[in-house]
């Protein structure tokens, strides 16, 4: 029996398991816990009728978990369990906010997601899907649907991690070609697989198939749209077992008919499930899977008990390494460095697209500036979330307050900390907080101290994130949306131009900045916070003004 932790009052530990699930999941909370409820297809008032009852609740990454499951627990619920890799169903900031930990299940369907992926890749080389159907409406016709050789054809895997490098290995099995794309792929197992790790540009350019293994961030969000698809190989097939929102799906049914993409195959889809009027759906080169990627029984099995060892280990009073939620510290602590924490994943996410190709992060210096002791400013989850920042935008991987020293180690990164002692009253935690990073090229020169580190630092002021220094410069840009920074050299009539660029690309400029570099020159930053991503037509004449000297693009 599941020893008690402090919160219980001697009441006994009672589980709602409201998916289907595992039996090997099920037998083990019940040797750990009172009483499991077993009730699965609850509406949303049940689920909260019942939830309200117990000291945990397992979903899959299907069932929303809003704010009202958690006001009507009253702090009973302790952990939530997601059978499963994503966690946009939960309400975390409800959950913070009633002392409820979140934790999910990442690992246990590697292989089944795997498998599903090469399965897809086959079935699109081999035009098995279109073949069926065609015999079983009757015909017989080996002669339009002769397909590919896997053997031989390039693979690109866009995203090395756990689920990438599994489908690299069955490819090679195959015979195929593997390159990868990952900034923060290990070498070594690259190298033990037999995997080329290339930049973005090359993958999609030289491959003959491309497989998403991405995690989806504003960076990657619709990472394959116009622009992109321009830049394949024609004839390239498409495949995403990944995450929905990697993909433009209009620019792609827009590189099918023009033949660009030849064939895609998606277990993962904007609107689950798709319109019967979709385009997409009803392309005849299109395969298009429910989210099968970890449905096999054994998957199914293996996350139950994954996601049943996290909750009984939470119950007990221990931290699960899958937790992704903010760490049970005072309400009253974590309040007060909330926004400094923001600005900490905000720097991190800003610093690593200032990054000149892969293989450029490894030493990350972190200062704090700050007026308290030493000992009243813990700043292990400061620290997470500039590893959080830095790595989530352009891997697979979800970075949290108890994996993330680990998770920086396993990619090579190397942080160091430094605490930069003020003198005055220490009423707010941090002054600012400045991140370099040492050995690496930027897309942005000006990014770049006197010393040759990429340097940024920030400030939050009335509770909102600033760039308030980017390499030597003094800036003051808020952090936030999508941002165009540019340094120009001042002349009539400039910010217009770059205005009427924008607008004739019909991207909105909802607010724009200058700044004076230095005194006795006429170099100034503008920075440009924009409602719309431009496309690189669009940035290139935006580069091509002749007063414009740097350019970069950030979205946070």
């Not at 998403?212 to 390239?236: I, S, W």
């Not at 660009?260 to 759906?281: C, F, G, M, N, T």
């Not at 308030?468 to 002349?491: A, F, P």
Request: glycine share 8%.
């Amino acid at each position: 029996m599941a020893s008690r932790t402090a919160g219980d009052q001697g009441g006994k530990l009672t589980v709602l398991v409201a998916e289907e699930f595992g039996q090997a999941g099920l037998e083990l909370l019940r040797r750990h816990t009172d009483i499991v409820d077993y009730s699965i297809d609850l509406d949303p008032k049940e689920l909260g009728q019942r939830a309200a009852l117990c000291e945990a609740l397992i979903v899959s990454s299907e069932t929303k978990v809003g704010e009202e499951v958690f006001q009507l627990s009253r702090g009973r619920l302790k952990v939530v369990g997601i059978a499963g890799f994503g966690v946009d169903n939960v309400d975390l900031v409800a959950a913070n906010e009633s002392r409820c930990l979140v934790v999910n299940a990442p690992n246990a369907s590697t292989a089944a997601v795997a498998e599903h992926a090469i399965a897809l890749l086959t079935a699109m080389a081999r035009n098995i899907a279109r073949a069926t159907i065609s015999v079983k409406f009757g015909n017989w016709q080996r002669r339009k649907y002769i397909g590919k050789c896997l053997s031989g054809k390039t693979l690109a895997v866009m995203g090395f991690g756990e689920v990438g490098s599994e489908v690299a290995r069955r490819a090679k099995g195959l015979g195929m070609h593997v390159i990868a794309y990952d900034p923060y792929a290990s070498e070594y197992l690259a190298l033990a697989i037999g995997v080329e790790l290339v930049s973005f540009d090359k993958a999609i350019a030289i491959a003959d198939f491309i497989s998403l293994h991405m995690h989806l961030t504003p960076a990657t969000r619709k990472m394959l749209n116009d622009e992109t698809f321009a830049k394949m190989k024609r004839g390239v097939q498409i495949l995403n077992v990944a995450h929905e929102g990697l993909i433009d799906e209009d620019s792609l049914v827009r590189a099918l008919d023009a033949g660009v993409v030849s064939q895609a195959a998606l277990d993962v889809i904007l609107e689950e499930p798709l319109a019967r009027s979709s385009k997409l759906i009803h392309h005849e080169n299109v395969i298009v899977t429910p989210n099968l990627g970890a449905s096999t029984f054994e998957a199914q099995e293996e996350v139950g008990i994954e996601i049943a060892e996290a909750v009984i280990k939470a119950l007990k009073g221990n931290l699960p390494a899958t937790v992704v939620n903010e760490p049970l510290v005072a309400l009253e602590v974590l309040a007060e460095l909330k926004p400094f924490l923001d600005l900490a994943n905000k720097l991190g996410r800003f610093i690593v697209k200032l990054i000149a190709g892969r293989g450029g992060l490894k030493t990350v210096k972190v200062t704090y500036a700050s007026a308290r002791e030493p000992d009243q400013l813990d700043t292990k989850l400061l620290r997470t979330r500039i590893i959080k920042g830095l790595i989530e935008p352009i891997s697979c991987v979800i970075v949290n307050w108890v994996n993330g020293d680990s998770v920086a180690k396993q990619r090579g990164l190397r942080i160091t900390e430094e605490r930069m002692a003020l003198h005055g009253s220490p009423e707010y935690p941090l002054e600012y907080i400045q991140v370099q990073i040492a050995n690496a090229e930027s897309t942005f020169a000006s990014a770049l101290a006197k010393s040759g580190e990429i340097e940024v630092e920030g400030r939050v002021r009335d509770g909102v994130s600033y760039l308030t220094k980017i390499g030597s410069l003094e800036v003051n840009v808020q952090l936030e949306g999508s941002i165009l920074l540019c340094i120009v050299v001042d002349q009539p009539g400039l910010i217009g131009k770059i205005g009427s660029i924008l607008g004739e690309a019909n991207v909105n400029i909802s607010s724009m900045k200058a700044d004076k570099m230095a005194l006795r020159t006429r170099s100034m930053m503008i920075s440009i916070t924009v409602d719309q991503q431009p496309n690189e037509e669009t940035l290139k004449k935006v580069r091509d003004v002749p007063a414009v000297q740097e350019l970069v693009f950030l979205m946070l």
